[in-house]
């Protein structure tokens, strides 16, 4: 698990709801790509993150300077 520390306003992260402090459990859709992998991800790439406590977020990997 890893815990977020900081969400860019604006940034793909924060429309798709994440907040400074919650806890990301494990990421499905991935391509088996790990947390700290996050960075490599094709553009458009679909994720599905797991929250701590069960909840799931959407996201989709695209540029964002």
Excluded: N
């Excluded at 604006?10 to 088996?32: N, W």
């Excluded at 553009?43 to 996201?59: I, K, N, Y």
Aim: no cysteine; hydrophobic share 35%; glycine share 12%.
């Amino acid at each position: 698990p890893r815990r977020i520390t900081y969400v860019s306003p604006g940034s793909p992260a924060h429309h798709a709801g994440f907040k400074t402090g919650e806890v990301i459990d494990h990421v499905l859709d991935a391509g088996g790509a790990r947390l700290d992998e996050m960075d490599d991800l094709a553009e458009g790439q679909r994720l599905t993150v797991v929250m701590s406590g069960g909840a799931r977020r959407e996201l989709v990997a695209q540029a964002y300077y």
